[in-house]
């Protein structure tokens, strides 16, 4: 038999949540003998009405209602930069809501079962347990495009010394980025306490002369990423509304384009002129936000080959964008990111 | 008939177990605290002896979720980088000493290496970290035969803590005579046995892996594939059945030199440990980069449609 949906018995009489009954949560007619007659208004996704979950962690759901994971407004926020007012409306109701809010995370995705990736899930992450976290069964399979991967190094790369030493996503995400902040919120640079590398590695604190002699150098001038990401990260190019986008590895250094001092990991984003044409949408301020954002890559390590060897960036500009290697038809706001680093000699 | 095929049997197998005495006993010179290869009866009851460290190879989500009592975990990913377009290399000294004291590793400790059987890549997996171990200068290595999953099937105890290790400073002598270049492999084709470890279907030509350029063989080589190492339940093979099939195509003479290779350095190392560590034929050498790296090179001859 599969296990993958089988209940685990001794949980019904030790679990709370099991107290009243499947149909509690699930609906349905318990009474019923018959399978048909038993499912009939069965709710396979109990939790994706926040009410099921309400009546007992009520402030959770309270938030958890207004947070990213729920409300999907980040992807909403990436774009809308680029949008007139009237092309907002006519993408909130033609694209948001269709097409974008139909991967938003119930409760259960993340305590219940494996979220169903292209409809089908591996089931519950442990006999219906409602556990705290199960990272490798639960974010991993939504962020498994990217972050994932990255992570544990089978994109093709090296794994994320984090991961080596035994962490998963929540030692470092915080409930703040689960359950939300309370109110409503646009991106995750709205929460506090989201990780920061410096937030755990606080400069002065490095056990080598060699790595205090980089970090002072570079402070402010050139991200921890930039230095530390092991190598390619995913790259999303060329996408089309209904026909997905294409990716390739690539290692991309430039300028933030949130804070243009620092020199930092990018990521090209798959949004393009034409992204949205079919649907009537221009994108009259295409040319207002780049097309390459500041990146975390997730594969972190002491020693990357910019680590070992400073002339890399500083006279081979290794990795740095360059004008030639914009996209074709990019945003103007490219080339604002370009820069060429001083050589070493003088 | 069967009668007489049987006793055929039992005869060939006392040839090679004499073999096997002749070139195994006291003639292999290299000098070992522990089996290269531990049943979990013999873990079970040496968890806590002194020197010996567990470590846990498989992905950190199968070592949370249970796994040997006062393993380590350290991910087969740790063990390899990636370099020059090679998915397999050797990682650099400077990183590999760094992951050695990690896990508190010296040169005179005794490592089990504790690693998933379920794919053949998987299998070897656990003799490629344990051929970088012996690289780094960790002499007594061995492998938990039948891996966790025997390790599990038994109903051996288990823990879901994450044990960190008492961080030592790892110092020791780099065996850098058993990873071969692409010249040296190149240059052995004619003079040493060269042995190609992957299925036949790679080492005829039928089969090819994407990041490999070409399909085919070294010329010259010979098949030896690592996945026969194994039994179906995961568990190594007799000695005296390896050293059979070792002496049928490799030869007896265990002072030959030997130079293995794969795809890209993972199923090379099968065969290399099993020849060196269990057999004791004493100069064998593997090729990291394997027919990943040796394919890319126009010069390399690979041939394929043929057995030679």
């Known amino acids: ?43 396979k996704r109990p939790s994706d009405d926040l009410e099921t979950c309400a009546g007992c962690h009520e402030e959770i759901a309270a938030s958890y209602k207004n947070s990213l994971h729920y409300t999907s407004a980040g992807q909403r926020h990436g774009v809308m ?7 907002l409306r006519i993408f909130d109701v033609k694209i948001f809501e269709k097409s974008c809010r139909s991967c938003h995370a119930s409760c259960g995705d993340c305590h219940v079962k494996s979220p169903a990736i292209g409809g089908v899930s ?14 490798g069964k639960t974010c991993a399979l939504c962020h498994g495009g990217r972050v994932y991967p990255e992570f544990t190094g089978e994109y093709g790369g090296v794994p994320d010394v984090h991961y080596q030493k035994g962490m998963a996503c ?9 359950h939300g902040v309370g109110g409503p919120y646009t991106s995750r640079r709205d929460v506090k306490g989201r990780p920061a590398c410096i937030g755990c590695h606080p400069a002065g604190q490095e056990k080598s002369k060699k790595a205090k002699t980089a970090h002072t150098m570079h402070a402010g001038k050139a991200s921890c990423t930039s230095c530390h990401s092991s190598g390619n990260y995913r790259n999303c190019y060329n996408c089309h509304e209904g026909k997905g986008a294409t990716s390739k590895p690539g290692f991309i250094l430039g300028r933030n384009p949130r804070n243009k001092d620092i020199v930092t990991t990018l990521r090209l984003v798959p949004t393009v002129r034409g992204t949205f044409e079919e649907m009537g949408i221009k994108m009259e301020n295409f040319d207002r936000l780049p097309n390459y954002w500041d990146a975390y890559p997730h594969n972190i390590k002491k020693r990357t080959e910019r680590t070992r060897s400073c002339t890399l960036c500083h006279s ?31 | 008939m069967k009668n007489r095929a049987n006793a055929k049997r039992i005869i060939i197998r006392m040839f ?5 005495l002749l070139f195994l006993g006291p003639l292999s010179g290299l000098a070992r605290d522990i089996a290269p290869v531990v049943s979990g009866e013999w873990l079970e009851k040496n968890l806590s002896a002194p020197g010996l460290v567990i470590v846990d190879i498989r992905k950190v989500e199968s070592y949370k979720a249970g796994h040997v009592p006062g393993s380590l975990s350290a991910f087969y990913g740790s063990w390899v980088a990636k370099k020059n377009n090679n998915t397999n290399e050797l990682l650099e000294p400077d990183d590999l000493f760094d992951l050695l004291s990690s896990l508190g590793i010296t040169p005179t400790s005794k490592v089990v290496i504790v690693g998933s059987v379920a794919s053949a890549p998987e299998q070897c997996f656990r003799t490629r970290v344990a051929w970088t171990l012996i690289y780094g200068g960790v002499k007594n290595v061995a492998l938990l035969d039948g891996g966790m999953e025997k390790w599990l099937k038994d109903k051996r105890q288990v823990a879901t803590d994450f044990s960190k290790a008492k961080e030592s400073e790892y110092e020791g002598q780099l065996e850098k005579g058993i990873n071969l270049s692409k010249e040296q492999i190149l240059a052995g084709l004619g003079k040493a046995v060269v042995v190609d470890t992957r ?13 490999v350029a070409k399909p085919g063989h070294l010329k010259t080589a010979v098949c030896l594939p690592s996945p026969w190492l194994l039994d179906g339940e995961g568990m190594m093979k007799k000695t005296e059945e390896l050293a059979a099939m070792a002496a ?25 440990y099993v020849l060196r560590e269990v057999l004791g034929y004493r100069n064998v050498k593997l090729h990291d980069g394997s027919m990943e790296e040796l394919a890319r090179d126009p010069n390399a001859p690979i041939v394929k449609y043929t057995w030679k």
């Not at chain 1, 519950?124 to 199960?134: A, E, I, P, Q, T």
């Not at chain 1, 929540?170 to 689960?178: M, N, P, R, V």
């Not at chain 2, 195509?249 to 290399?272: L, R």
């Open chain 1, 1 to 43: 038999m599969y296990k993958g949906v089988l209940v685990d018995k001794g949980l019904l009489e030790s679990d709370p949540h099991f107290a009243q009954g499947c149909s509690f949560c699930h609906k349905g007619n318990e009474e019923s003998q018959n399978k048909e007659a038993a499912h009939k208004g069965l709710m």
């Open chain 1, 122 to 135: 591996t089931g519950l992450l442990k006999g219906h347990r409602f556990v705290k976290k199960d990272e």
């Open chain 2, 248 to 272: 049928g195509v490799v030869g007896p003479d265990h002072a030959k030199e030997i130079m293995s290779y794969c795809n890209t350095g993972v199923f090379a190392s099968g065969w290399w």
């Open chain 2, 199 to 211: 299925p036949p279907d790679f080492f005829f030509g039928v089969a090819k892996v994407p990041n």
């Open chain 1, 316 to 346: 081979e500009r290794k990795g740095f964008l360059t004008k030639e290697d914009l996209i074709k038809d990019g945003s103007k706001a490219n080339e604002e990111l370009l820069v060429v680093p001083k050589s070493l000699t003088k």
């Open chain 1, 170 to 178: 929540a030692d470092c995400h915080s409930k703040g980025e689960f």
């Open chain 2, 16 to 20: 090679y177990a004499v073999l096997v």
């Open chain 1, 81 to 87: 930069g680029r949008f007139s007012e009237g092309e």
